[in-house]
């Protein structure tokens, strides 16, 4: 098992798009595990919350920066980025300028636990600042689609907080009662517990490549250009993490956090809020990242190691 993680962890940045293609090349199978997909963020965040202690959480409470930081950041100035950049780019296409923000106002990704923890940040820190996103947006998004789109929308509150508890507030509680109580086993098990993480996050991305295929077997350039702009807001998005991250002189275990957190989008989420209030032109946009989120959170993960390992973060 420890050469398999090994191998995984260094070749990751090529496995996420080949995992991709498979799920679109076979999404006929894998459209059909949609529903296996809340479960398997379940599985992700109990696995890594096994690694969390309780004063990882103190810790994460107590000095609250980092999270103040990814929320700024997430926000305020990467949707206002995205606002400006569509209102360029789209002028003319009001469902893709609302959808290209919409993109970036979606809460931080629980996907985001699992990149975290391969590389070796700070787990307690990003479970709280997805709890505290997730949280907020219900009343942030439509406040701002009214402010700078005039678009009215009303989200179900209690319904995404149900969602948010057992998703994530629930497994985490589970995954670090567990660590707690049976140490040891949890410490004998870790390259289990990592292999099983990953493989769970290679289902999600499969399965997410087979909801993305009938768009990419309608590919045109108006979608290329869809594409490109969230793509470039997602890049711009890590990297404001990161520099607000050295700026501020987080440790390094933080920096990973907030990093991860401040550019993973939570997809899955968004495109079913989405759904509910546009049409689909407007989802688009949102759906358009699961094309290449794992991939560029792959290069980024790739980016941080070499950072890290030059010594210069």
Known sequence: MPIINRFINAHIAWLTPLVLTVGILLHGFFGNLQGLIPFLFVLITFLSSTGVHVRDLTEAITHPLPIFITL??????????????????????????????????????????????????????????????????????????Y??????????????????????????????????????TVTRMNQGIQLTSKLALFTIIMINGSVVAPVIYTFDAELALVLLSVFSISVLAYGLGYLFARLFRLTRADMTAVFFAAGMRNIGAGSGLAAIFFPPAVVLPVIAGTLFQQILASQMSRFLHKQHHDGSA
Do not use: C, Q
């Open 72 to 145: 700024f950041v997430s926000m305020i100035i990467t949707p206002v980025v995205a606002l400006i950049a569509a209102s360029i780019v789209f002028s003319g296409n009001e469902a893709y300028l609302t959808g290209t923000v919409f993109a970036f106002l979606i809460p931080t990704a629980v996907a985001s636990v699992l990149w975290v923890t391969m590389n070796k940040g700070n787990i307690a820190l990003v479970l709280f600042i997805i709890l505290i996103h997730t949280l907020i947006v219900p009343i942030y998004l439509p406040v701002f689609l």
């Open 147 to 184: 402010l700078f789109l005039d678009v009215s929308i009303v989200i179900a509150y209690g319904e995404l907080a149900l969602g948010l508890f057992l998703i994530l507030v629930l497994p985490s509680l589970a995954g670090i009662v567990s660590g707690h109580l049976f140490r040891k």
